[in-house]
């Protein structure tokens, strides 16, 4: 029940986490890194430190960061609520 709630919230789940990326998992997927693992009430979370570049606007570590030449130091998203009407969330 718990995983059907959080496959729910789709990209969204990174803005309730706070953090730049969340995936979710089965339990037959996850890594083997124990130390850096988490389990509270059958959840196991997963610690990664992203090697992406930070952006300059909302501070998460994106794999787009610097993708638009007019906007060099921002993430796609940033670009996006920048330049236009902005992204549409459901969730968070």
Known sequence: MRMKKLH??????????????AKINSSEARAEAR?????????VVEV???QHQK?????QRRD???TDKTHPELCGRCVLNV?????????A
């Not at 952006?55 to 501070?59: K, Q």
């Not at 330049?83 to 969730?91: A, D, P």
């Open 8 to 21: 729910a919230l789709k990209d969204e789940l990174r803005f309730l986490l706070i953090v730049s990326d």
């Open 35 to 43: 130390a850096r693992e988490r389990s509270e009430h059958g959840v």
């Open 48 to 50: 990664i430190v992203s």
């Open 55 to 59: 952006c300059a606007r909302c501070w």
């Open 64 to 66: 787009d960061v610097g």
């Open 83 to 91: 330049v236009s009407e902005g992204e549409m969330r459901e969730f």
